[in-house]
C-alpha cells in the first residue's frame, strides 16, 4: 500500500544529476500508523485507515482514544483511509514511513485549497470585466448580465459569479516524487500542493499514471 498522511512544509527548489534545477515542495510525511483496517466481508469495502501527528490525549475525544487504544497507539490527531483492492501483509499498529515512495512515483496530493473569503466574478472565475469607457464609472469589474428576463426570468443554478472562494478539497494528480529523505520524513514533490504552509495532506499513488 503506497499512501501517507503529512504536513506540507513549503516550496524549495532541488538540483538533479545534470545541474537542472527542480521547483518542488517539501512535504513532512509520517511516520503513520496503521491504526485500522477495513475488509470488505465485514466493512464493505477495503481500506487502510491511517493516523498521523502526535498530540495530547486531552486534545482527542473519549471514542478517538479508545480506537487508538486497541492497538496500544499515541494519541493521534489526524485519521485518513485509502482505498486498497487489497491490505496485503500490513497489520494494525504497523509504522509507515516515506520509505513507501521512491524518486520517479507517480503520486496524487489532497489537501484543503487556501480561504479567499468572498470575492467577485473577475477574481474567483477570470471574467474581464466591463468596457472602461461608454459612461461606465462603477462597472468596470462587475460580471455583466447573469441572463434574461421573462425566459427564464430567473439565474440559473450553477452560474458563475461572485461568491465564497477557496477553502474546498483540492487534489493535484500525478505529481512526481523528486526526493525522499528517510532521516528527516521528508518527500519532495514537483509542482506546487493546494493548502498553506502547515496544512494537513494526503499522499496517494497516482490513478492516471
Request: charged share 25%; aromatic share 4%; glycine share 16%.
Amino acid at each position: 500500500m503506497k499512501g501517507l498522511i503529512g504536513k506540507k512544509l513549503g516550496m524549495t527548489q532541488v538540483f538533479d544529476e545534470a545541474g537542472a534545477a527542480h521547483p518542488v515542495t517539501l512535504i513532512e510525511a509520517g511516520p503513520c500508523f496503521v491504526t485500522q483496517i477495513r475488509r470488505a466481508d465485514r466493512d464493505g469495502y477495503q481500506a487502510v485507515q491511517l493516523g498521523f501527528g502526535e498530540g495530547r490525549a486531552k486534545q482527542l475525544t473519549g471514542g478517538r482514544l479508545g480506537h487508538l487504544k486497541r492497538n496500544d497507539l499515541p494519541a493521534l490527531r489526524f485519521l485518513r483511509e485509502f482505498r486498497v483492492k487489497s491490505a496485503g501483509e500490513v497489520k494494525e499498529g504497523d509504522r509507515v514511513t516515506v520509505d513507501v515512495f521512491v524518486p520517479g512515483d507517480r503520486v496524487d496530493v489532497v489537501s484543503t485549497s487556501k480561504g479567499k473569503g468572498f470575492q467577485g466574478g473577475m477574481r474567483r472565475h477570470g471574467f474581464h470585466g466591463g468596457p472602461m469607457t461608454h459612461g461606465q464609472s462603477d462597472r468596470q469589474r462587475s460580471p455583466g448580465s447573469r441572463s434574461s428576463t421573462t425566459t427564464p426570468g430567473r439565474v440559473y443554478k450553477g452560474s458563475r459569479g461572485p461568491g465564497h472562494m477557496g477553502d474546498a478539497r483540492v487534489t493535484s494528480q500525478n505529481l512526481r516524487v523528486q526526493l525522499v529523505d528517510a532521516e528527516r520524513n521528508l518527500i519532495g514533490v514537483v509542482g506546487s500542493v493546494p493548502g498553506a504552509r502547515g496544512a494537513v495532506v494526503v499522499l496517494k499513488e497516482a490513478r492516471k499514471q
